[in-house]
Nanobody, 112 residues
């Protein structure tokens, strides 16, 4: 499995970004696919994940602001609205079957 993210960048507080992740390989809708993020010196944390018919899970800190979607089994999006400086991080796409696969990450920077 290979995962490639795109869509990161620099945005002002209150702005929006849309991240995309395209996968290649044996990827199935029934398995979880989504996003984690990491800032230097901290552990990687779950942002949002989706599986099955559209079951989702979000971190409390992003509920109501971020939306995850998956229009085919191998592509997942993260629409991020009302961005805050604390959302600044490297965002990693992930896919979980018998192991957890990772993309290389995309930087999101929110300026105050």
């Amino acid at each position: 499995v290979e995962l490639v993210e795109s869509g990161g960048g620099l945005v002002q507080t209150g702005g929006s970004l849309r991240l995309s992740c395209v996968g290649d390989g044996a990827i199935f809708r029934s398995f979880k696919m989504g996003w984690y993020r990491q800032i230097p010196g901290k552990e990687r944390e779950l942002v949002a994940i989706i599986w099955g018919r559209a079951t989702t899970e979000y971190a409390e800190s992003v509920k109501g602001r971020f939306n995850i979607s998956r229009d085919n089994p191998k592509t997942v999006y993260l629409q991020m609205n009302s961005l805050k400086p604390e959302d600044t991080a490297v965002y990693f796409c992930t896919y979980i079957d018998y192991k957890q696969w990772w993309g290389q990450g995309t930087q999101v920077t929110v300026s105050s």
